[in-house]
């Protein structure tokens, strides 16, 4: 195995490591929304803070009446597309 070929393995564990951290707190926020975490707790502040940054783009995509709804749905679709695309670079990177 050539030192390249290493490194670009290497690379793409990396990234796909980083995507499933970002799905995971995106996850957790969504868990913990809809089991009514203490929102004073500062590891919820800090979770909610985190998912609230990473899903900027989809948060309130989705105008559901329930506000449950829109949470798991633009939330959640954040975590999908961060873990679709974080897994397809590092699959594409492990084959070359």
């Avoid at 970002?22 to 803070?49: E, K």
């Avoid at 329930?66 to 954040?78: D, I, K, P, Q, S």
């Avoid at 975590?79 to 897994?87: E, P, R």
């Amino acid at each position: 195995m050539s030192r390249y070929h290493s490194s670009t393995n290497q690379a793409g564990r990396v990234i796909a490591i980083v995507a499933d951290v970002m799905a995971f707190i995106l996850g957790l926020w969504i868990l913990m929304y809809l089991l009514d975490a203490n929102r004073a707790n500062s590891l919820v502040q800090f979770v909610h803070d985190t998912a609230a940054w990473l899903a900027g783009w989809s948060h309130d995509l989705f105008t559901f009446d329930e506000a449950w709804a829109r949470v798991v749905a633009g939330y959640g679709l954040a975590a999908v597309v961060y873990l679709f695309v974080g897994h397809a670079i590092a699959g594409r990177l492990h084959r070359h």
